[in-house]
């Protein structure tokens, strides 16, 4: 009888235990069903596409980020891709990988993002590591600061050869679309159409650049802001006007004070959303 007696504490002790364990993150099919890590990459590692939305400062999606790629490239052939990355740094980043130039070259000849270190240096260096082909993606800043100030028809001022470095003219747009006219909506009178074309620029040069360096039967992993992909929008517009066909998944991340559901406004931004919780440290 005391033998029971004390197994009935442990257990009431054990359960309230499990009852206070705090969770950092939870994960979200688009329609608000709780999912998890498993079924997420059950479910990404068939596409062709997979465009992985970050808040630039969440240590859960850089990590999320890495060990979803380092599961995955051990099941299929993979290419990455990024935003952080413009296109003219291909070469030294090309250059990096492939050992000709070390860690302090790639600073001085690329241009890095200020939380490069802690946030996107483990991915570069999983690719090292694996062999694998990291594409820069992104429009050089100073085109879109250019069309920022100007629109789009500044881009026919540049030359040849600045060109290539850009999604190929007149790029297709639709001031429409609920994410640029919420861009509108949040910077209030800051907001110009310029700004969105600015964004517009910046989600084609992406798309282009991705279709430009897929390869059939393999896996293009892209990470990217996630407003640059949320309700399959931004890129994903962009890739799907030209390859419309292709298996496309797309992940989100957003932050929320109760993690144990998906708020309504989060709720159609990608196929699988990370909710962390809004207490989590961020790296910047």
Avoid: C
């Avoid at 690329?110 to 082909?133: G, I, Q």
């Avoid at 290539?164 to 909506?185: E, G, H, M, V």
Wanted: glycine share 4%.
């Amino acid at each position: 009888m005391k033998y029971y007696l004390f197994l009935i504490v442990v257990l009431l002790i054990s359960s309230s235990t499990f009852g206070q364990h705090k969770k950092a993150y939870s994960i979200f099919t688009s329609e608000g069903v709780e999912s998890h890590y498993d079924e997420l990459k059950e479910q990404v590692k068939t596409s062709d596409i997979l465009l992985f939305g970050e808040q630039h400062n969440s240590a859960i999606a850089h990590w999320l980020q890495f060990e979803l790629t380092k599961d995955l490239i051990q099941i299929r052939k993979v290419k990455l891709g990024a935003e952080m990355f413009e296109r003219d740094n291909q070469e030294p980043l090309n250059d990096f990988l492939n050992n000709q130039i070390d860690q302090k070259g790639l600073d001085t000849l690329a241009r890095l993002w200020s939380n490069y270190k802690t946030d996107y240096a483990p991915l570069v260096k999983l690719a090292k590591e694996n062999k694998l082909e990291f594409i820069a993606t992104n429009i050089p800043r100073r085109y879109a600061s250019m069309v920022f100030r100007n629109g789009f028809d500044v881009l026919d001022t540049l030359t040849l050869n600045e060109k290539k470095w850009i999604a190929p003219l007149p790029i297709a747009f639709d001031s429409n679309l609920p994410t640029y006219q919420n861009i509108l909506t949040m910077m209030g009178e800051h907001g110009t159409p310029e700004l969105v074309k600015a964004q517009a620029i910046k989600d084609a040069t992406m798309a282009f650049s991705i279709l430009e360096n897929r390869v059939e039967n393999e896996l293009f992993i892209h990470y990217n802001g996630a407003y640059h992909s949320d309700f399959y929008e931004g890129i994903l517009w962009y890739l799907k006007l030209t390859e419309p066909d292709l298996h496309y998944k797309t992940i989100s991340t957003v932050t929320q004070k109760d993690i144990s559901f998906l708020d309504e406004e989060h709720r159609g931004k990608a196929d699988f959303i990370i909710v962390v919780n809004e207490n989590v440290t961020t790296t910047y």
